[in-house]
C-alpha cells in the first residue's frame, strides 16, 4: 500500500514582490500623480508624519487606487476544499493551480489538527464552530484518515487499469492537496483578507438609551471603537483553514506594507 | 454660426433590468442555493419578516455574491468629465459611448446651472464646494458659454477643411456632451454609489472622553449611529455633477430593488 | 444504509435574460451610440441585411462592448471537478454555489456514462481521450460507485458524532454535485466557450509548397478555412463533462442570439 | 501671457517590473505547477529549446493564466483623448492619473506632428486616415494652437476669478496633457496590443477558387499565413496616438519577456 502522508497545515510561501523595496512609498508615488506635489499641507493636518499621514487618509476616504501598483507572489499548498474558496475572488487575483487532469495526485491529505474547532454552535446566520471533546477529535482523525486511504486506494487501482488521470481523480475527496502560485496587489489582499479572516467588531451597541452631546441616542444605535486596533467594521466567519493561510498572507502584507497595514486595521479592516 | 445647446443636467434613463420584478427576490433564489431552503429560523430569529430578514442578513455580513444575478441597462447623457469619471468603475460595469472618431459630435454643451456650488473651500485633504456670488456665477456662465463657441467654430473649421473627426475633435473641451449605455448589477450599482455620492458620516466623534459599560472611551473613539437613515460609514466626496447622474441611478436602485437598498443605507452604504 | 443517485449528466437550465426578446437588437442599439445612426452604407457594403452586417462587422474588428449589454442566468448542477474549472472564469460571470458550510449535501454522485472517453491517448502537449474498452468501463463504474458510497458513509458518520458539516464533509470527493446560479453576458459566454468546447481547426497545414497569387510557400504556411461554419481559430482540449454543460449554454446562446452565434462561429470562435 | 507648451509625443516610461530578469521564465514556473515536472517529452516532441518550446505551446492553446504571475509598471504623459481611450481597458490594468479637481494642470498641449495622418479614407467600416496636404496640416496646427491658448486663458481667468479648478476645467480642450501610471501584466498588456496596433492581416483570400489537397475552396476561403512574422490574426484600425504609446510598451514588452513576444506575434497576435 502507498504511504499516505497527512498534513494538519496549510503552506503559504512569499515569493516575489513588486516593488522589491518600500512599498508603502509606491502608495505614494501613485497617488501624487494625482495631485499637486506640494501637500506638505494636507500632512501638516492630519498631524502624522507624511508618508503615513497620506496612506491614512487614502484609507479613510477609500481612495483603492493607488493602493494597486504593486504586486505580491505567493506559493500556496492547501486543500482543495480551501482553494475552492479561494478562487472566488475573482478581481485582481490571479491563480495557476495543479491540475489533476495532467498530473498524476500524490498521496497528500489534510486532517484536522488538534486545534481545529470541530463542533457547530449558535443559532442559523450566527454560528461559530468550538472545539470538541478528545473522543470526537479522534473520531474525526480517524474517519479522515481511512476515507483517504480508501479514496486513493481506489484512485491507484483506476490508474492501473489505465483509466485516465481526469476520470480517476473523480474518486478523490476534497481534502486532498493541491498547490498553486497566486499573485495579487495590496488592495485585492485586502479584500481577501476583510472576507477571510475573523476580527472582533470595532464596536458595540448600547442596550439602554445613551445621551451624548445634548441628544439621547435609542438602544443599539451606539457604536464604540475599541481601543485596540484591529477591529472589523464588517466581521466576517471565514473557514477556519482558509483563514490560516489569510493569516500568513497578512503577515507578509504587514512586513511589506507597515503603514498601509497599519491604516486598514484602524479604519475598519474594510479594503479601500 | 451654429446654434449651440446649453444644458446644467445630466440626463440618466432606465432602459431594462432583468429580472423584470420582483428584483430583491432574484437575491434571495440566488442566496437560497447556497443553503439548506429551511431557513425560516435565520428569518424570525432577526424578528423581521423573512425576505427582508435574509437581506438584511446577506448585507451586514457582506456576503455579496447573490446582488450579482441582475441586471440593469442605463442610457446616459453627460459631459465628457463625467464618463471621464465613471468609466474608472471597472468591475461589473459595461459601458458603449458615442465615439468622436466615428460620428461628429453635435453642439450641445454643459454650463454650470444656479445650483452648482463655484468655489472650493477648506483646507487640503478636507475640501468641499460651497455656492459663489452671483456675480462669479455670471462670469464662470459666460467664459463657459464663450469658450464652448470659439471652441465649436474650430471643430467645424477643421471639419470643413477635410481634417479627419478623430483629429478635429482635439479643440473641443471635456464639456462636451456624449452619451453611453451603461449596464451593470445591484452589487457593482452599490460600489459606484458608495463613491459617487455625499452623505454625511453615521458617527460623530466624542471631544471628551466618554464612560459606556464600565470603560471610560478616550476623545475621538465614540462614533454614534445617526439616527436617520442613509449615513455612510466611509463619507466620500464626489464631483457634484457626477453625483446627480448617481442619485437618479439610486432613485431606480430603490424602486426597484427597496429592500436591498434600505438595507445598504442602514449598514452604511458598503456594498456588501 | 442510504440510498445514492449517480446521475452521468450534467444539468444546466436557463432561467431568464435581459432583455426578453431580439437580444441580437440590443447589441445593435448598443454599437449605434458610437456612432452616426445613419450607417446604411455600412451594411450596403458587407452586402447582407443590415443588422445581421453590423454583428459580423463588429466581431469580426473585435468590438466586444457591445456584446455587453445583455444577461442570461442558469441554474447548473455538476460535480464539484466541474465548478472547480468553471469558477476560474473570472470576467463578467457571477456565482452562487451551494455551500458545504452551510447545508448538508444530499447523496448524488457522477458516475461516467457509457460515452463518456475514459482512456488518455497521444503524447503531451497533444492529448485526447478516447473510449475505453467495455471491460474498463465496467471497472470505473464500480469503483467509482463503490467509493462514492464509502465516503458518503463517513460523512453520514461524522454528522452523526456531532462533527460540524464544514469539517464532515472534507471526506466528499468532488464527483459529488453541487449546484450553482450563473450569470453572465453575451461576451463572456462567448470567452467561456471558446476554452470549453472542443472544435475541430478551421484550418489544415500545407505539407507541401503551394504557389498561390504569384507566391511559393513553404509547408506549414497554408491555412485553410473550412467549408463548414464552426471551426475554431485556437482550438482546445476542454474536460468532457464541462463541455457537455457548455454545449447547453452554447445552445441557449445560438437560440437567443442567432445571428451573433453565426458571426462568432464564422470568424473561428474568439471571444471578441 | 502664459507661455504655452506643445507636444507631438506622447510619453511612455518603463518604470518597474516583477520579476526583476528572466520574466520568460516566471511563466513557465507558473505553468509548472498544473503538471508533473518530468517533461521534457513535450519540448521534445515541439523541437525547440524547452522553455521557449512550453511557451509556444501555452500561446497556441492559449493557456492563459500562466501570463499573469509578473507586473509591469509605465508613468505615462498623454492627451486627454488617448487616456479616453486607454482606460476602457478594466481587466488586469491598474491606474492612477492626474485629477484637475486637485491641481491645477499646466498649459501643456498636443498638436499633430507632421507624420501624423490627417484625412479620413475609404468607406464605413474600412476606412484608414492618410496624410493630408502641407496645407491641410499647417492650417490643423494653426487652429489647435490658437485653440488650446484661448480655452488655457479661460481656464487661469476662471482661476482668477475664485472658482474652483473643478469648474474651471470644464473649458480645457481634450488635447490637453495629463500623466499617469498604469501598471499590467503581460496577459492583460497582449489584450491591450491586440486591440491599439495596427498590424496587417496574417492572410489573404482568394479571389478565384483554388484546389488544395483534393478539395476545391471557393473564392474567400482561402488564407494565407504570410511568410514575415507580426500578421494579425484579427487586424485593428487603432488611433494613431494611442497607437505610438502602444508601441513603446510593446517595445518593453518584447525585450522582458522576448520568447513570449515571439510566441504571441507567431500566433496572430490574439491575447492568450
Known sequence: MTDLIFRSDVLVKFKDSMPHQNLDDSIIEAMLVSSDKDDDLMAELLDIPKTEGRIRFLMKKRHGTPFEHN???FYVEAP???????HRHRIGQSY?????????????????????????????????????????????DEIIRKNSAVCYEHYLQLLGAGIAK??????????????????????????????????????????????????????????????????????SGPLWEIEQAARIT????????????????DFGRVAP
Chains 1, 2, 3, 4 share one sequence.
Request: hydrophobic share 40%; charged share 20%; glycine share 6%.
Open 250 to 265: 497578512e503577515a507578509v502584507f504587514s512586513a511589506l506594507f507597515p503603514m498601509t497595514y497599519r491604516a486598514w486595521c
Open 80 to 86: 482543495i476544499f480551501v482553494f475552492r474558496e479561494w
Open 166 to 235: 481526469e476520470v480517476a481523480r473523480m474518486v478523490l475527496p476534497v481534502n486532498i492537496f493541491s498547490k498553486m502560485y497566486c499573485t495579487l496587489n495590496a488592495r485585492s489582499l485586502m479584500a481577501f483578507l476583510s472576507l477571510r479572516t475573523k476580527e472582533e467588531p470595532m464596536y458595540v451597541e448600547n442596550e439602554e438609551p445613551v445621551t451624548f452631546d445634548g441628544v439621547t441616542y435609542p438602544p443599539g444605535f451606539i457604536l464604540i471603537k475599541r481601543d485596540e486596533p484591529g477591529g472589523a467594521m464588517y466581521p
Open 96 to 140: 495557476n493551480e495543479q491540475s489533476a487532469r495532467y498530473s498524476e495526485l500524490p498521496p497528500m491529505f489534510y486532517v484536522p489538527g488538534v486545534e481545529r474547532p470541530l463542533i457547530q454552535q449558535g443559532k442559523p446566520g450566527n454560528q461559530t464552530t468550538v472545539p470538541g471533546t478528545e473522543d470526537q477529535w479522534r473520531f474525526t
Open 71 to 73: 504586486a505580491m507572489k
